[in-house]
């Protein structure tokens, strides 16, 4: 099973798109539910792991441990996670700011 995962990771580095795919189908599940405990709606849980995928074929080339991939592909999710979790509250600090900000006047 090992050498089967091996196999999978290097066709993955050599640009096989069945494998990528089979690596989709393999981990989205797993993914998707790791992402929806930090998330309210599944769209959010979703675009991560569309985010994790992206990731992972723009990276293909540089995995060097298939033995490490599901901490590999884990710790993508994770940060994707945490820089949207951080946007988000970026952002409704900054909704709020505006909204109990006096507005200008203007001069007529």
Same mark, same amino acid.
């Given at each position: 099973?090992?050498?089967?995962? /091996?196999?999978? !990771?290097?066709?993955?580095?050599? /640009? /096989?798109? $069945?494998?990528?795919?089979?690596?989709? =189908?393999? %981990?989205?599940? &797993?993914?998707?539910?790791? #992402?929806?405990?930090?998330?309210? $709606?599944?769209? $959010?849980a979703e675009e991560i792991v569309q985010e994790v995928f992206l990731k992972i074929w723009l990276n293909r080339k540089? !995995? #060097?441990?298939?033995?490490?991939?599901? #901490? %590999?592909? =884990?710790?993508?999710?994770?940060?994707?996670?945490?820089?949207?979790?951080?946007? #988000?509250? =970026?952002? &409704?600090? %900054? $909704?709020?700011y505006l909204y109990s900000s006096p507005m200008p006047h203007q001069? /007529?």
């Open positions: 099973m090992k050498n089967d995962f /091996d196999d999978l !990771i290097g066709r993955l580095k050599q /640009d /096989d798109k $069945e494998a990528f795919n089979l690596l989709f =189908y393999m %981990y989205a599940e &797993k993914l998707f539910k790791f #992402s929806l405990t930090f998330f309210n $709606e599944a769209d $959010e540089s !995995i #060097s441990n298939p033995s490490t991939f599901n #901490s %590999y592909i =884990y710790t993508i999710a994770k940060n994707l996670i945490f820089n949207n979790l951080k946007k #988000s509250v =970026y952002k &409704k600090k %900054y $909704e709020s001069n /007529d």
